[in-house]
């Protein structure tokens, strides 16, 4: 191997994306490693592609969509000041509709013992909880077994991990954290979380303790207790191990993806065309999409949750059978993933 090749953690310090960018960047084609070894699996870059990976990041910092981006990489001059000029429109109509909407709700407003320790971000608890929230059970998944109303929340391996599943859906998010102590497992109602995350939101950094008197979250002098339960939680892992390799990777906007199933009447069958996607009631919109021809249903009111739960422009579907839980992963976020089960309609598969 050429030793001036880079390992991943070099070439991403050089340009400044994470690992786990370079790998979603590398799964879609758009920046594929100069060598991968046959053994390890480990990824390697050449200097050469210094330039293509830092002006990737500067288009993703811009909010071009994925779709979009390979026609500046890869098209001509004309196209890609076509499609930079397009994406500068419509984030200056976004963002002047927002500040319509902000200044309007404006208007409307009136003038000692062991212990574990992980110290986080206020926000940054407060945004995993929200993204993990639409994956609760509820109603007779609830009922049924009332651990589905919790979230797992896992403190170990310098990593926060909150883990949330209805059955249909299984959404796991990793922040990374200062862990003092042993590893902790808790289970903790999903609405007192949420409560106490938002009251954590505006700290810099707050800390979830956890020893014998049992668990509470900390910040500015202050602290929250979490109710745990005693109920053992599902074994996602056993789950995420279990996975299949994909066969199908789908990458399309996602708030135009959930605007059309939000108008689909009944399950929402997904099918590639040409680069493009074709949802069901004649929605298409453009997509980057590797494998062979798919087809595949989803109930909207399952997928759409864990599409609201997303940051960024973009939504990696991973699909490796149309009965198998499909990944869900936001693009440019690879500590967030949501497991969703398609549904079965006449005609819906993937090809062989």
């Not at 084609?29 to 870059?45: I, M």
């Not at 407003?109 to 206020?122: D, E, K, Q, Y």
């Not at 590639?272 to 249903?297: C, K, M, Y």
Request: aromatic share 4%; glycine share 8%.
């Amino acid at each position: 191997m050429d030793d001036e090749l880079l390992s991943i953690g070099s070439f991403a310090r050089e340009v400044g994306l994470t690992p786990s960018a370079l790998r979603f960047y590398g799964d879609c084609d758009v920046l594929v490693p100069a060598h991968v070894d046959a053994a390890t699996g480990y990824r390697f870059y050449s200097p050469d592609q210094v330039a293509r990976a830092v002006l990737l990041r500067r288009l993703r910092a811009a909010g071009v969509p994925l779709p979009e981006v390979g026609a500046v990489l890869d098209g001509t001059a004309e196209q890609a000041r076509a499609v930079l000029a397009a994406h500068a429109q419509q984030a200056q109509e976004v963002a002047e509709a927002a500040q319509a909407a902000i200044e309007a709700i404006l208007d409307s407003l009136p003038g000692g013992a062991r212990r574990t320790l992980a110290r986080v971000g206020g926000a940054e608890l407060a945004s995993a909880v929200r993204q993990v929230s639409p994956s609760v059970g509820d109603g007779a998944a609830r009922a049924e077994f009332p651990v589905l109303g919790c979230i797992l929340v896992e403190l170990d391996d310098q990593e926060v991990r909150l883990v949330a599943t209805d059955r249909y859906r299984l959404a796991v998010r990793t922040l990374r954290a200062r862990v003092e102590g042993p590893a902790a497992r808790l289970v903790v109602d999903a609405a007192a979380l949420g409560d106490v995350a938002s009251w954590a939101l505006p700290f810099d950094e707050v800390g979830i303790e956890v020893d014998e008197r049992g668990a509470r979250v900390r910040g500015g002098g202050r602290a929250q207790n979490l109710p745990t339960s005693d109920e053992g939680f599902p074994d996602y892992r056993l789950i995420l191990d279990d996975l299949p390799s994909p066969r199908n990777r789908l990458i399309t906007d996602r708030n135009a993806l959930r605007a059309a199933l939000l108008h689909s009447p009944g399950p929402a069958v997904l099918r590639t065309e040409d680069q493009q996607l074709a949802i069901s009631g004649g929605t298409f919109q453009p997509a980057v999409h590797t494998g062979p021809p798919l087809r595949i249903a989803f109930d909207p009111a399952v997928l759409v949750p864990a599409l609201e739960a997303g940051v960024g422009p973009d939504v990696l579907l991973e699909i490796s059978a149309p009965d198998k839980p499909v990944v869900v992963r936001s693009a440019d976020q690879g500590s967030f993933t949501t497991l969703v089960m398609p549904v079965h309609t006449e005609g819906t598969r993937t090809t062989p």
